[in-house]
T-cell receptor, first 114, second 115 residues
Framework: QKEVEQNSGPLSVPEGAIASLNCTYSDRGSQSFFWYRQYSGKSPELIMFIYSNGDKEDGRFTAQLNKASQYVSLLIRDSQPSDSATYLCAVNIREGNYGQNFVFGPGTRLSVLP | KAGVTQTPRYLIKTRGQQVTLSCSPISGHRSVSWYQQTPGQGLQFLFEYFSETQRNKGNFPGRFSGRQFSNSRSEMNVSTLELGDSALYLC??????????????FGEGSWLTVV
């Protein structure tokens, strides 16, 4: 059973701080990793994806991947109250021409306090 | 460019009935996948279709089925509904090709309540 684990939270940070969200996965062969944000009562929306070891930055968001440790994280700089949501880590356990089968973590609930 | 469109958005069904949900992917996307989200089990993969063929399947009973049409639109069907089938059903679209072809984009979902 391929698994993705996250701390369920809630993680509370003050406005303007850096929020750090962590995720570990069990399938060592996984190649692509995704972060989604989900507001209450809404569907998940893609924040970013990462395929290679290291950091990938997109605006206030930075994804970090360490395949040796089977660990992926998401940093949110200058956190805003509008960032308050559940953040879902997802791993695609099927690759290339085999399509996709995403395994999602349970999500971390982030609360940014004004 | 229009996003993923799912219909209906909300529905209530009785145990034992069946339900069909519809999904139109992002224009040009050929892969459609379906997910079930419940508070207890989280987001779980049901199946993926690409060019009218089921390419991947999750661990759900045979009551859950789907299909894809030549225009990439997809439907999923749940027969003999059970109370535990109450969930948010999410359709996701991806190009299905190329280096980022497996990046999925979700529709707004169909909220199913079984009573």
């Amino acid at each position: 059973q391929k698994e993705v684990e996250q701390n369920s939270g809630p993680l509370s940070v003050p406005e303007g701080a850096i929020a750090s969200l962590n995720c570990t996965y069990s399938d060592r062969g996984s190649q692509s990793f995704f972060w989604y944000r989900q507001y209450s009562g809404k569907s998940p929306e893609l924040i970013m994806f990462i395929y290679s070891n290291g950091d990938k930055e997109d605006g206030r968001f930075t994804a970090q991947l360490n395949k040796a440790s089977q660990y992926v994280s998401l940093l949110i700089r200058d956190s805003q109250p509008s960032d308050s949501a559940t953040y879902l880590c997802a791993v695609n356990i099927r690759e290339g021409n085999y399509g996709q089968n995403f395994v999602f973590g349970p999500g971390t609930r982030l609360s940014v306090l004004p | 460019k229009a996003g993923v469109t799912q219909t209906p958005r909300y529905l209530i069904k009785t145990r034992g009935q069946q339900v069909t949900l519809s999904c139109s992917p992002i224009s040009g996307h050929r892969s459609v996948s379906w997910y079930q989200q419940t508070p207890g089990q989280g987001l779980q993969f049901l199946f993926e279709y690409f060019s009218e063929t089921q390419r991947n399947k999750g661990n759900f009973p045979g009551r859950f089925s789907g299909r894809q049409f030549s225009n990439s639109r997809s439907e999923m069907n749940v027969s003999t509904l059970e109370l535990g089938d109450s969930a948010l059903y999410l359709c996701a679209s991806s190009s299905g090709q190329g280096a980022t072809g497996n990046t999925i984009y979700f529709g707004e979902g169909s909220w199913l309540t079984v009573v």
